[in-house]
Every structure is written in C-alpha cells, then in structure tokens.
Nanobody, 124 residues
Framework: EVQLVESGGGLVQAGGSLRLSCATS????????IGWFRQSPGKEREGVSC????????YYVDSVKGRFTISSDNAKNTVYLQMNSLKAEDTAVYYC?????????????????WGQGTQVTVSS
C-alpha cells in the first residue's frame, strides 16, 4: 500500500521557520519525484517544490526561492521542506505527492499519489 504522510505543520509568526516531513512507503523511492504543493482557501493548488533525489534534481517556485529548501533522506524514504522567513501568504495546507519517472514538475496531474496534507498558518 502506498502511503505519504505529512507532518510538521503548525502555527508560526511571520519570519519564523517550520520543517515539513513527508514519510513515504509502498513504492521504490528512487523511481519517483516527490513534490510539495500548497492550497489556501479560494485558491488553486500550487506546486511549491520538488525533488528527484536519485538524480539530484530540485525545483522551487519563484515565490519560495531563497526561503525554502527541499531535501531527502533516502534511507528513510522521507522528504523534508525547510521553510524559513515565513510570510502570511505562505499560509496553506501543504501536501506532498509522488510522481513516477519524472525529474520534477509543478503540474499536479503528473503526480500519482498524494498525502492528506498538513496545515501551515503564519501569523502576521
């Protein structure tokens, strides 16, 4: 059974930091790109960052470049999203997802499996 489980969300003040985790199981981690998406009320889901750890490829949407860092622990099949200098506009439910065989994508239709999401709230 494929599982992606996000954790690490919470409430933080603007300027603060959070680290999200996406623990995966049930598929060959090296064959998949893992992406982070977010969705806030009234907005479409947005691709934030992506990693294909076996190919050492990462992607960031422009709005988070220099503030967010994606990484992976291949031994634990887990991907992390370190979020620094958080802003109120980063408030959203954050989802991780897995896409087979690609290097990276911010297009959600490319992704095969999804987690349930974790809430990130940044107070201004």
């Amino acid at each position: 059974e494929v599982q992606l489980v996000e954790s690490g969300g919470g409430l933080v003040q603007a300027g603060g930091s959070l680290r999200l985790s996406c623990a995966t199981s049930g598929f060959t981690f090296a064959d998949y790109a893992i992406g982070w998406f977010r969705q806030s009320p009234g907005k479409e889901r947005e691709g934030v960052s992506c990693i294909r750890s076996s190919e050492n490829v990462t992607y960031y949407v422009d709005s988070v470049k220099g503030r967010f860092t994606i990484s992976s622990d291949n031994a634990k099949n887990t991907v992390y999203l370190q979020m620094n200098s958080l802003k109120a506009e980063d408030t959203a439910v954050y989802y991780c997802a897995a896409a087979y065989g690609i290097l990276y994508s911010d297009y959600e239709a490319m992704y095969d499996y999804w987690g349930q999401g974790t809430q990130v709230t940044v107070s201004s």
